[in-house]
């Protein structure tokens, strides 16, 4: 093999290597991203969580009534009601793999 396509094989490994190391773990985003409105155990009795009067992602009823793609879009696109931003979007923060691994997250707080 030429030295050149060793060059461009290792180049192109150590580059998906580093892609895959730095995707953060559901976990570590949930406490970099969420945590300290939703609260560590998803109850969203932090201080802003009751203000936003946040639901509690632990109650089943909660988790049945809240869909996969809006939670996707929520962590997208951020929230907002009457005009007012609630929750920041996070699209830049974190990728679509990302997103839905957080989305998975959130489904084992149910009781």
């Known amino acids: 093999m030429k030295t050149t396509t060793k060059l461009a094989l290792t180049t192109l490994m150590l580059t998906l290597v580093t892609g895959v190391a730095l995707a953060a773990p559901a ?23 009751k203000k936003l009067k946040l639901r509690d992602y632990t109650e089943a009823k909660v988790q049945t ?23 920041k979007a996070f699209k830049e923060e974190i990728s679509g793999g990302e997103i839905q691994e957080l989305v998975a997250y959130v489904r084992k707080f149910k009781a």
């Open 27 to 49: 976990a570590e985003n949930w406490d970099n991203l969420c945590a300290s409105c939703h609260g560590a155990d998803g109850k969203g009795q932090t201080k802003s969580g």
């Open 65 to 87: 009534e809240l869909k996969d793609d809006a939670m996707t879009k929520a962590i997208t696109s951020g929230v907002k009601i009457d005009g007012k931003e609630k929750m």
